[in-house]
Every structure is written in C-alpha cells, then in structure tokens.
C-alpha cells in the first residue's frame, strides 16, 4: 500500500474555484487572434526568446506561476518573492545547437533574489546578422559560421500587500563569426493570486537595438499575462494547470496551455506527466504540442521535455532542481 498523500493546503473550495479560474483563462485564449507570422528578418539574440525552464517546456511553453522554482526569474520577477533552490538545465537541437540555463533563488532583504545565466552555441548558415534571429528551427540546420549568446541576469521581487512587485537586468553578449555585440535590458512584473491562481503580468526584453554585423537588431520584447493554478486531488492523481498569452512587439500574439499530472507511489516520491500546446507563428517548423515529465524527491527533481518540428526532428530538454 502506498503510503499516505502529504496535507494539502488548498481545501476543496479552493480547488473548485482555482479549477474554474483556469477554465475562464483557456476559454479566454480561445478567443484571441490567431497569431501572424513574425517580421523579417526578426529580432535577437535568440536566447532571450527560448523557453528557460523545463517544465514550461513540457507545458506547451506556458510558465508554472504557482511553482517556487528558481527558473521563474525569466518569466516574471515578481515570482522571485516565493523562489528558492538551484536549476540547471540543457537543450539539444540534434547535434547541431545547444542551450544550456542555471538559476538560482532565495530569500534576501525581506524578498527574493534570483540570479541566473544562459547561453546558446550553434552554427548559422550565413555571416550576415539577419540570420541570428528568426525561427528556433534555425537551430536545426547544420552552419559553418560559429555563433552564440549569452545573456547575465539579476532579478529581484517583493510582496506589497497582496501584490508581488518585482524587476531583473540582463547582461547580454551576441557574437556572429568574427563579430560581436553587448548591451543590457530589463524586466518588470507584478502577480497577485485570486482564489487559488497565480496570475501575473510582465513586460520582458525591454531594451535598445543590438548592432551586430553591421545590421541593427531589436531584442525580442513581449509581453505575457499569464495564470496557474496548483496541483487539486483528483482521486489518486494530484493535476495542475497553466495558460498564458504573449504579445510580442513585431504583432505577434502567441497563446498556450498546459497541464501536469502527478502521481505519488509513496510519500516523497512523485512521478509527473506533462503535456501542453501553443500556436506557433506562421511558417514556423515547430510543432504546436509539447511534452515532458519529471521524477520528484524529496530534494532533488530530474526534469525532461520535447519539442517536436517538422520532418520527424526534434529538440530534447534535461533539467536538473534541487531544493
């Protein structure tokens, strides 16, 4: 026999009411524009557009808000108020391109701190700066032109009353064959819960235009509304939810969901089941749904998620959480 699930908080009603919270939220994204395809030659550095977590990953790109990890600083700093422990995670595109994250939170001066770093290694195709932003199927095709980003980040987030208020800066490094650009943004949030959901605004990416081979590049600025609601007992499954929606600055509206049910065999031991969906911008390579799943102890989580795209090619995230 299984041992006893641990105590929940969230009592029933709270749960009914996170439950049908969640429910407006997808209802909500249903009915906003589908998304038009991105500008050309886009925006960069790419690494301050992909995912950073891997949950999100496995969830249809669509942050846990309600969670505590540490990899909610590049989703909303305002997060950092409840954040703790250390991620690191990586992303394979074939054995072209690699991604690699690290972050980190914890309590400080009556909130929360977060520091965190990513990086991105790939081979484009041209020497020419046009080519460094655009699709993440980029990432896919073999290039004889070495490039990589880099991007440094400080965040930290406070509780205002009910509200949770929080800000992050990046040190950013895009580096193109022989050339090479560095500049800095930012980001700022809010969350607050309503019920049992975690809602949150941030405007992320904000900003000046990187010069880099010759070609001025804006930073992928967006901005994400976006609610989660925690794990509710459903028999002997604990579920979870979350949905969120991007507008990116180049008229892009990019809606997605996801879900994660879990399992506890025995106590401190959890196995989770993820999967989600998001609307890809026209003439993208990637596929619209996602997967992943994680084995939880009691300190320590290992993570994975994929990413399909087009002609039987796939990208394949590892992470690693301790608590």
Not at 137 to 152: D, H, M, P
Not at 234 to 263: H, N
Not at 308 to 313: L, R, S
Request: net charge negative.
């Amino acid at each position: 026999m299984p041992s006893p699930r641990p105590a929940s908080k969230h009592s029933p009603t709270h749960s009914g009411r996170a439950a049908v919270l969640f429910a407006l939220a997808l209802l909500a994204l249903t009915g906003l524009p589908r998304p038009t395809a991105a500008q050309t030659p886009g925006y960069g550095p790419m690494v301050l557009d992909l995912p950073a977590s891997t949950r999100a990953l496995g969830m249809g790109t669509a942050y846990f808000l309600a969670g505590n990890e540490s990899d909610l600083l590049f989703a909303n700093p305002a997060l950092l108020t409840d954040a703790t422990g250390f991620q690191i995670s990586g992303s394979t595109w074939g054995l072209e391109s690699f991604a690699g994250r690290a972050s980190g939170a914890g309590e400080w001066l009556g909130g929360g701190l977060g520091f965190g770093l990513r990086v991105l290694e790939y081979g484009a195709t041209s020497d020419q700066s046009g080519v460094v932003a655009g699709d993440e199927g980029q990432l896919l095709e073999e290039g004889r032109f070495g490039a990589g980003q880099l991007a440094a980040t400080l965040g930290y987030g406070r509780e205002i009353g009910p509200v949770k208020v929080g800000a992050s800066g990046h040190l950013i490094r895009d580096r193109l064959s022989s050339s090479g650009s560095t500049t800095a943004a930012f980001d700022v949030g809010v969350a607050t819960e309503l019920f049992d959901v975690t809602v949150g605004l941030s405007a992320q990416n904000l900003g000046p235009r990187m010069d880099l081979a010759g070609e001025s590049i804006p930073l992928p600025q967006r901005f994400s509304l976006g609610a989660s609601s925690p794990r509710a007992w459903v028999g002997p499954l604990d579920i979870a939810g979350t949905a969120a929606v991007t507008y990116r600055v180049d008229g892009t509206w990019i809606p997605a969901a996801g879900v994660e049910v879990a399992w506890w065999p025995i106590v401190g031991r959890t196995i989770v089941g993820r999967a989600g969906y998001r609307h890809v911008p026209d003439g993208s390579v990637a596929r619209s749904w996602t997967a992943g799943g994680a084995l939880e102890g009691d300190r320590i989580s290992f993570e994975y998620a994929y990413q399909g795209y087009e002609g039987f090619e796939a990208a394949h995230h590892l992470g690693i959480r301790l608590r």
